[in-house]
C-alpha cells in the first residue's frame, strides 16, 4: 500500500494498469489460498494455518505499530489471552468453539483498551518497555491461577472435529477457518484504514501535536488502536488454541512477543502485505535456521533478521518497490 | 477505468476463486494417506509405517536450543547408542534404527509442530522421547489422536501413565516424581518412625507432585510434616525459607529442588549449625555439580535417591555395562565428556526402546504399544542392581523402583534395598 501513492504520481497513466495487477494478484492468492488444502499434505497444511494465525496476530501489530506508530513488546500477551480465554472456555465449560472467537475477542478488546489508558502518557521506548513488562508478567500470572489456567501444566483440549457434511479433514477444516477468519479481520483492518481511523492513526503516528491541532482526539485514538490491535491478537489466539490443542505458560514467553514485533518489522511495517509476509517469517526461518546449523538456530536466525534489514529496510512488502526503482535507475543510466 | 471496471474485476476475480474452490471441494477430502500401510496376516490391520523387516524409523523432539538446551545433550547419548547397536549388532533384530532428532527450543506449539513434521512428513514409526513436561503434553493430544505412540517421555510428571484407556498411546518412563516422594516416606517410616519433617519444595508441578507424594504416603504413620515453604523459580533466593524452617526444629529436611535452589539450600543447612536435621535431596539435585560448590565436606550423610548408575562414579569403574556405554559414546560420538549424566541418561533410554523394540510380537504401531505396557521385570543398560522395568495393561509406570543413597567422602554410597513403590509401604 505504501509504494501506491509514489507509483501512481510518477506515471498517471499507469495507475490503472497498476490496480488492475493488484487485483488480479489478489485474485490469484485467493485461489491459491483456496486450493491449497486439497493440494497438499496434511503437515504443509499444518504450516500454512499457523502462517494464517501468526498473520491475524501482525494484523493487529501492524495497526498498532505500523500504522498508529505506539510500539508494543507485549504483543503476544494478547495473543496468550485469546488461546487462554478459548481454551478455558471449551475446557470449563463445554462451549462449542466457534463461539470462543468472538468471546476471546471481546475479552482481549475489553483488555486491550484498559491497557491502553496507562499507555497514554508513554512513548517510544517507555511504551516499549511497559509493554514488555506486561508480557514478562504474564507467565507467573497464568501459573498462579491453576483452578482455572491449569498452572505450567496447561490446557490439553480435543481437537474441533470439521462437520461431517463437508467431508473434509481436520487440518483442511482447521484450515479453511482459519483462511475465512483471517480475511475477515484483514477486511476489518482495511475498512477501518481507509476510514476516518485510518486517517486519524497516521496523523498520529507522523505527528501527535499536529495532529491534535487537527482535531484528532489522540487519548481516543491511542487507546482504540491498542484495542483493535488486541483483538486481532485475540482472534488469532482463538484460532491457535483450535489448531494446537494445547495451551500451557510456556507457550506464551516473551520470546514470542520478540518474535512478533521481529515478524511485522521484517514483513513490513505498515504495509498491507506485510503481516502475511511476516506470519512466514516467524514460522519457517526458525524451523529454516535450524536446518542450516543445527548446534546455533537462533544466530543465524539473528543473521537472517540482519540480512533482510539491510537488503530491504521497508520490510519484505517493500522489497517488490524497491527492486522496480532499482531496475529504473539501472535503466536511465543507460 | 472507473470504479465500474474495478467492481467488474473484483467480481471476476470472486467468482473465479469461488470456482475453483468449489472445484476443489467437488473434489473431497483427499485420500488415503499414500505412507500409511498396515500390516497382513496375524497382525492384520495394524499400522506398519515407518518400519519394514530391514529398518525402523524413530524421532524425537529436545530442546536443542533456548534456555533448557542443557537437556540437548541427551539425544547424543541415544544417537551413540543406536548407531552401536546398527553397526554392531546389525541393528535390532535386523531392524537398523534410524533416529531423527528436532528441536523445539521448549516451546510447546513447536513441539506440535515437529510432531506432526516427524509423523506426517517423516513417517516415523514411532516418537521415541519427547522432552519435558509441557512440551511433551502437548504433543500427547496429537500422537493420541493419530495413534503414533509416543514412547518413553522423559519427564517425571505422572500424567504419562495415568490414564491408559484416555492416552494408549503415551507411556513414560523414568521413576516419577511422586513415586520418589513415596520412596523418601518410606524410608522415614521404616528408620524414623516418629520423625518430624520440614518441606522445601518448588512451587511447580515437579514440587507439588514430589510433595504429595510424599504427604500421601505417611498419611497414618508417626512421621508428621511440621513446616513447609515453597519458592518460585524466579526467585532469587531461598535464604528466608531455610530460616523459617530452621525455627521448626524439624529432625529431618525434605529439600524438593532444582540444582541451583539445591546448592542454596544445603549451603544454608551447613552454614547454621544450630539446626542440623537428616537433609533427604531429591534425585534432580543429587548431582556433583550442586554438592561441590558447598564443598563435600559440608554435605556428607545427606540422603537421596537414584535408579541409574551415575557415570562420574567410581564404583563403576569395572561394571560391564558402564564399560560398555564409556567405549562406544568414545567411539559413535567422539569428544563427548562420558561422565556426563546426560548422555548416560540417554544411553540408558535407548537401551530401554532396544529392549522394547526387540520383544515386538507384532512389527506395527499397535505392537509397539502392546509390548511397552507388558514389561516384565526388563532390565535395560546403566539400571541400578534390583531396579528393572515392569507395565501391565493397566500401568503405565515403567520404573516405579528407586534405590536409597548417602553422602559418604566424596561420592554417593547405595544403602538398603532399593524401594518398589507399587508395594504398599
Known amino acids: 500500500m505504501s509504494s501506491t501513492p509514489l507509483s501512481l504520481k510518477s506515471s498517471p497513466a499507469s495507475g490503472g494498469l497498476a490496480r488492475h495487477w493488484r487485483w488480479a494478484a489478489l485474485a490469484l492468492l485467493t485461489a491459491a489460498a483456496c486450493a491449497a488444502p486439497f493440494q497438499l499434505a496434511p503437515f504443509r497444511v499444518f504450516q500454512l494455518t499457523m502462517v494464517l494465525v501468526y498473520a491475524m496476530a501482525l494484523l493487529g501489530l501492524n495497526l498498532l505499530v505500523g500504522h498508529a506508530g505506539q510500539i508494543s513488546l507485549g504483543h503476544g500477551c494478547f495473543f496468550a489471552l485469546g488461546s487462554y480465554a478459548a481454551a478455558i472456555m471449551m475446557d470449563r465449560w463445554d462451549v462449542p468453539y466457534l463461539l470462543t472467537l468472538p468471546a476471546a475477542m471481546a475479552v482481549t478488546f475489553v483488555l486491550g483498551f484498559a491497557l491502553g489508558v496507562p499507555t497514554l502518557r508513554l512513548r517510544g521506548l517507555y511504551l516499549a518497555l511497559v509493554t514488555m513488562t506486561i508480557a514478562i508478567f504474564l507467565v507467573p500470572l497464568l501459573k498462579r491461577f491453576g483452578s482455572l489456567t491449569g498452572g505450567s501444566m496447561g490446557l490439553t483440549l480435543a481437537h474441533p472435529e470439521p462437520p461431517a457434511w463437508t467431508g473434509l479433514a481436520r487440518d483442511q477444516w482447521l484450515y479453511l477457518l482459519a483462511l475465512a477468519i483471517a480475511a475477515a479481520c484483514g477486511l476489518v483492518a482495511w475498512s477501518l484504514l481507509r476510514s476516518r481511523v485510518g486517517r486519524a492513526l497516521h496523523a498520529l503516528r507522523d505527528n501527535e501535536s499536529a495532529a491534535e491541532v487537527m482535531g484528532v482526539r489522540l487519548a481516543r485514538y491511542k487507546t482504540l488502536a491498542f484495542a483493535w490491535s488486541a483483538m486481532f491478537a485475540g482472534a488469532a489466539g482463538a484460532v491457535n488454541t483450535w489448531v494446537i490443542a494445547f495451551v500451557s505458560p510456556d507457550s506464551f514467553t516473551v520470546n514470542l512477543s520478540i518474535m512478533l514485533l521481529a515478524g511485522i518489522v521484517v514483513g513490513g511495517l505498515g504495509s498491507t502485505a506485510g503481516p502475511l509476509l511476516g506470519g512466514a517469517f516467524v514460522m519457517f526461518v526458525p524451523t529454516f535456521s535450524q536446518g542450516l546449523n543445527e548446534a546455533a538456530p537462533n544466530v543465524v536466525f539473528g543473521v537472517l533478521i540482519i540480512a533482510v534489514m539491510y537488503l530491504a529496510p521497508t520490510g519484505l512488502a517493500g522489497l517488490a518497490g524497491r527492486a522496480g526503482r532499482f531496475a529504473a535507475h539501472i535503466q536511465r543510466k543507460k | ?425
Open chain 2, 1 to 425: 477505468m472507473s470504479d465500474k471496471t474495478l467492481r467488474a474485476t473484483t467480481i471476476r476475480c470472486t467468482a473465479a476463486a469461488a470456482a475453483l474452490l468449489l472445484a476443489a471441494t467437488a473434489c473431497g477430502g483427499r485420500g488415503a494417506d499414500g505412507a500409511a500401510t498396515s500390516a497382513e496376516g496375524a497382525c492384520k490391520g495394524q499400522q506398519t509405517t515407518g518400519i519394514t523387516a530391514k529398518s525402523i524409523k524413530l524421532g524425537g523432539i529436545y530442546p536443542l536450543s533456548g534456555p533448557t538446551s542443557a537437556y540437548g545433550q541427551i539425544p547424543k547419548g541415544v544417537k551413540a547408542y543406536f548407531d552401536y547397536v546398527n553397526a554392531e549388532k546389525g541393528g535390532v533384530n535386523g531392524r537398523r534404527i534410524d533416529f531423527t532428532v528436532r528441536d523445539d527450543g521448549y516451546q510447546p506449539p513447536k513441539s506440535v509442530e515437529e510432531a506432526r513434521r516427524l509423523v506426517e512428513e517423516q513417517h516415523v514409526f514411532a516418537l521415541f522421547q519427547t522432552l519435558g513436561t509441557p512440551t511433551s503434553a502437548a504433543v500427547m493430544q496429537y500422537a493420541n489422536q493419530q495413534k503414533v505412540p509416543q514412547v518413553f517421555v522423559s519427564s517425571g510428571a505422572s500424567k504419562w501413565g495415568a490414564d491408559p484407556v484416555k492416552h494408549p498411546w503415551t507411556i513414560g518412563w523414568q521413576p516419577s516424581y511422586s513415586s520418589e516422594g513415596r520412596v523418601y516416606a518410606q524410608y522415614l517410616k521404616k528408620d524414623k518412625p516418629q520423625a518430624k519433617v520440614a518441606i522445601l519444595y518448588q512451587n511447580d508441578d515437579f514440587g507439588k507432585d514430589l510433595r504429595s507424594g510424599f504427604t500421601d504416603e505417611i498419611k497414618g504413620s508417626g512421621v508428621t510434616v511440621v513446616a513447609e515453604q515453597s519458592y518460585e523459580v524466579t526467585d532469587p533466593s531461598i535464604d528466608p525459607q531455610m530460616r523459617l524452617l530452621a525455627g521448626s526444629k524439624a529432625d529431618v529436611l525434605l529439600d524438593i529442588t532444582t540444582p541451583k535452589f539445591g546448592t542454596q539450600a544445603l549451603a544454608a543447612d551447613a552454614n547454621n549449625t544450630g539446626w542440623n536435621p537428616v537433609h533427604i535431596i531429591n534425585n534432580v539435585a543429587s548431582s556433583a555439580t550442586v554438592l561441590k560448590p558447598v564443598g563435600f565436606d559440608r554435605v556428607q550423610n545427606i540422603v537421596s535417591a537414584a535408579f541409574l548408575k551415575d557415570p562420574s562414579d567410581p564404583q563403576w569403574g569395572g561394571d560391564a555395562e558402564m564399560r560398555l556405554y564409556k567405549d562406544k559414546l568414545g567411539k559413535y560420538a567422539p569428544g563427548l565428556d562420558s561422565s556426563n549424566a546426560f548422555y548416560s541418561l540417554g544411553w540408558a533410554s535407548a537401551s530401554a526402546m532396544d529392549k522394547a523394540l526387540g520383544a515386538l510380537k507384532c512389527p506395527t504401531r499397535e505392537g509397539l504399544m502392546e509390548a511397552v505396557r507388558d514389561l516384565k521385570d526388563v532390565h535395560s543398560d546403566l539400571l541400578l542392581p534390583g531396579i528393572a522395568m515392569n507395565t501391565t495393561p493397566q500401568d503405565g509406570y515403567p520404573l516405579e523402583t528407586l534405590q536409597l543413597q548417602r553422602f559418604k567422602g566424596e561420592r554417593w554410597n547405595l544403602f538398603g534395598e532399593a524401594i518398589d513403590t507399587r508395594k504398599a509401604g
